[in-house]
């Protein structure tokens, strides 16, 4: 039997666009991992009469209904009380609960002496006969039971929260629903948009069943996902294998990752195996680059740092790069941009460096260079080479995409790819 799930996101702050419900995307990647099919995600803002009508219709389409939100301290946080009253149990106080809240409130302020105020113990209420699942990131449970045919999960809604709890406790609590598995793998590709990659796997995309195909547009790159269906993990690997082989054999060099969420990912890998630094000069990047490479975890392992050179006078008082340069071809230009990355190179002290310097836009440079210009360059120990990029799109897509193009070529020098 195939299971169908239904998500409700609870809370008004998700209608009126204050936050995004991310929490949904992180669960029905997990879902469909576990081979439990998500139908419909349905958000409600915090209102009781309103929610209850959300659990009716829910009931009526899915065997699994997931709520997310709505079980902390205050007065609107009323999941728990509409989903009891659903289903008919009563909701009874777990000492346990109450416990692990007050044990982790005191490690949040161990010296203050702080208690936790009485309304915070209302989230040690739970539904009668349900299975509590302790919240490793926060205070209030989660719990699943099991009534009228139907399973239904209470999880937290910070992210912070609710995906590692699905994920170390409502992951073995569904175990036993699962019908077979479903496997997905990602393909990352950079150099070649959607548009085109659609239009070479078109034919064999609409001829798949199992496993399928489809390409997801990100900001200057494609993600290609394969999705097998198999009574097995192992077994849904095997239909997907030849598919990736195929895939990695037609796009060669521009997929530059599996399973991967990043460039900057990659390229961090493969400085860390490579024992080398990196630095980075930016000017119409802004910093984009430093900061993309040090949100990931480990960075300062290969990082030394980066110079965000906007004027003239920093690229040449901290960078080194001729006056002349700067005033022959101009802050946006080929050789500028070597200079900058060779710059970096040598004040940060780094194995490798990049740069960037361009026209983001609105508007073109006093040069007459238009928006979407940007020349990326990468030095290391005896050489250097320039990228052109020509980037479309408004000035937030131009800076990305020219950090991307940085980090590819970091890429392509790494694993020994042309440039």
């Known amino acids: 039997m195939s299971h169908t799930a239904e998500l409700i996101a609870v809370g008004t702050e998700l209608l009126l666009g204050n936050i995004a419900n991310t929490d949904a995307q992180t669960l029905s990647r997990e879902l469909s991992a576990l081979g439990i099919n998500v139908y419909y995600h349905t958000v409600v803002g915090d209102n009781p009469e309103r929610l209850k009508k959300a659990v009716e219709i829910a009931k009526t389409r899915a065997d699994l209904i997931i709520t997310t939100g709505g079980l902390g301290p205050t007065c609107d946080d009323l999941t728990k009380n509409v989903l009891a009253e659903a289903f008919g149990k009563k909701l009874v106080y777990n000492p346990e609960a109450a416990r692990r809240m007050e044990a982790y409130f005191q490690k949040l302020h161990p010296e203050s002496g702080r208690t936790m105020t009485e309304n915070n113990y209302q989230q040690a209420y ?17 719990c699943g039971f099991e009534a009228d045919g139907i399973w239904v999960l209470m999880l937290p809604g910070p992210p912070s929260e609710c995906g590692p709890m699905f994920r170390s406790r409502a992951v073995p ?3 036993g629903l699962a019908d077979g598995a479903i496997v997905n793998r990602s393909l990352r590709i950079f150099g070649m948009g959607e548009s085109a990659v659609e239009f070479q796997l078109r034919d064999q995309m609409n001829a798949m069943k199992n496993p ?18 198999a009574p097995d993990p192992v077994a849904a690997q095997a239909l997907i294998a030849p598919v990736e082989e195929e895939l990695r054999s037609r796009f060669g060099p521009l997929v530059y990752g599996v399973d991967v969420s990043s460039l ?9 195996d490579q024992g080398l630094s990196l630095a980075c000069a930016e000017s119409c990047t802004g910093g984009l680059i430093a900061k993309r490479i040090t949100d990931l975890a480990g ?20 960078l080194g790069v001729p006056r002349e340069l700067l005033d022959q071809f101009g802050a946006v230009s080929a050789p500028v941009a070597e200079a900058m990355a060779e710059g970096a190179r040598r004040t940060l ?4 460096a990049v740069s960037a310097t361009g026209v983001a836009g609105p508007d073109p440079d006093d ?8 020349y990326v360059a990468l030095a290391w120990d005896g050489g250097v080479f320039v990228h052109t990029v020509h980037a479309a799109g408004p000035r937030e897509r131009v800076r990305t995409v020219a950090a991307s193009h940085a980090f590819d070529l970091l ?9």
């Open 126 to 142: 739970l539904p009668e006969g349900c299975t509590p699942f302790q919240n490793d990131r926060g205070t209030a449970p989660g």
């Open 173 to 175: 609590y569904l175990a």
């Open 212 to 229: 399928t195909l489809a390409p997801y547009a990100k900001e200057g790159e494609v993600e290609l996902r394969i999705t097998a269906k």
């Open 264 to 272: 900057e990912e990659v390229c961090l890998a493969l400085l860390k």
């Open 299 to 318: 960075a300062s392992s290969v990082f030394r740092g980066g110079v965000v050179s906007y004027t003239n006078e920093v690229k040449h008082g901290v």
């Open 349 to 352: 002290g780094a194995d490798l």
């Open 367 to 374: 040069r007459g260079n238009p928006v979407g210009l940007v």
């Open 411 to 419: 890429r392509r020098r790494l694993t020994g790819l042309p440039l």
